[in-house]
């Protein structure tokens, strides 16, 4: 058995363990996951190895795929970038930049989607959580969008509760890019934004 085929079952297994445990636990945040996740279909379609068309870049930290024929949601693992869309929210500092870093990544272009078993298949608003790859080259080894929008500044690192795959690199990179005074680590990043809101 290859290992897409075992990342496969498993993720149909971890799948099946959440939503039965929801389904007997009416209080849980979990019992309305499959309800609320329209990529549920697609779970067991995901293969590491395959390379899904960006359909639509949503913010910094929030894309969507075509997965099997359907556009599946995805926010990407360990990084929050400023938000741009969030209607309880304004625009925030440094927003536009990551939201027009990821589209310069991303728009156009096919992804490699990782999931992680520590973090569960989908959020609370139904949205795939997963670790995204682009192209760098013919060989199509992949940037880890992710660590490099935190690298660069255009985000910070992120822990949703349990520690991720990658939490001690995306840490990292936040610590160098602040050290380094990247992106919206730079003392005058968010000053015109600062003096408008005073």
């Not at 498993?10 to 329209?38: D, E, G, K, M």
């Not at 938000?83 to 027009?100: H, L, M």
């Not at 520690?163 to 995306?170: D, G, H, L, N, T």
Request: some cysteine.
């Amino acid at each position: 058995m290859s290992k897409s085929q075992m990342r496969r079952i498993l993720s149909a297994i971890l799948f099946i363990l959440v939503a039965a445990y929801a389904a007997n636990h009416p209080a849980s945040p979990l019992r309305n996951t499959a309800a609320l996740s329209p990529a549920t279909s697609t779970a067991s379609e995901l293969d590491s190895s395959q390379w899904y068309p960006v359909t639509k870049v949503v913010d910094g930290d929030t894309i969507k795929v075509s997965i099997g024929g359907t556009d599946v949601t995805i926010r990407l693992i360990g990084v929050d970038t400023p938000e741009t869309v969030d209607p309880r929210k304004t625009v925030q500092c440094f927003g536009k930049e990551a939201s027009n870093e990821t589209k310069q990544i991303l728009q156009g272009q096919s992804v490699r989607i990782e999931t992680d078993p520590s973090q569960g298949m989908y959020d609370k608003y139904g949205r795939l959580l997963a670790y995204v790859y682009a192209p760098l080259n013919s060989k199509q080894e992949g940037l880890l969008v992710n660590k490099y929008l935190i690298a660069e500044g255009y985000g910070h690192e992120y822990t949703y509760n349990i520690p991720y795959k990658y939490q001690a690199e995306f840490k990292a990179a936040e610590v160098a890019a602040r050290t380094q005074k990247k992106g919206l680590w730079a003392d005058a990043a968010c000053a015109a934004q600062s003096a408008r809101t005073k």
